[in-house]
């Protein structure tokens, strides 16, 4: 009897790596868990050009927004784990929403398969472009000043430029009112339009806005400048030398993907990273380009775990929960 049991689990694995020989065989579903434009999206479509290039088979961007992106994140963790749906997921999804979500649907670090880093996103403070403060100092003194007249632009609770925000805000003190959006991509649109304050949004989304002088960006929260916008200056040379704050995009299977096929997935992403067009389009962006050793699946399975671990005690110190 154990013969014939071990005869069957063999068959099942090797059906399984068969299954992975031939992976793909069809088109695979790519879930941005925002709006189409967004820094999310952008990152997305820019690395699946050149994987699905290599791996045969087109890569379709399918965009579930809502609930600061753990709406399309939720659909993705339940998906069939058979590699034809994957998802762009980022340290909101997949870093800060469990500490505000409290009955959040899926666990970052259970319930999914690491794929690969796609691309860092440092974080910038921008605002409408006739907002009176001409600088960082000035735009704190003005804050603090305008109380909860002032209003911000988010993602949706959990969104990367709702949780870097939140941080913002702390710092400040000041209790801005806030004006959620399905992406800050739509969000950007009424920023340009002047009809909301500010936002902290990911330097993708920011960079061709800011150059051509539609918005204005106080300064960027990394410790160094960006050689995207260089004329930005950091929040430490501008005077608020605490908000230090970076974003990320990756991704992610579904738990239980068979390895071949993420092994696969992420072999292509590690080719599209290492393709100098693709460099080329993100560092653009002012992406900040993961090393060699940042693009494994273990490291990116470890990373979400810190990432997780980082952001509940400063979202519950924030005393911040979307429920
Ligand atoms: C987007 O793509 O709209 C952003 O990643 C949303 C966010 O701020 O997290």
Known sequence: MKALFAAAAALVLSAGSTLAQGYPTKPITLVVPFAAGGPTDVIARIVAEPMSRTLGQQIVIENVAGAGGTTGTTRVATAAPDGYTIMMGHMGTHGAAPALYPKLKYDPTKDFEAIGMAAGTPILLVAKKDLPPKDLK???????????KMNLAHAGVG?????????LNNQLGIKPSQVPYRGTGPAMNDLVAGQVDFMTDQIVNVVSQVKAGSIKAYAIATPARSPALPDVPTTKEAGMPDYQVSAWNALFAPKGTPTDVTAKLSDALFKALADENTRKRLLELGGVLPEKDQQTQAWLKGFVAEEVA??????KAAGATAE
């Open 138 to 148: 000035e735009f704190m003194t003005f804050a603090k000043a305008q109380g909860d």
């Open 159 to 167: 969104s990367v430029s709702h949780t870097t925000a939140l941080l």
């Open 310 to 315: 980082r952001w509940t005690p400063v979202i």
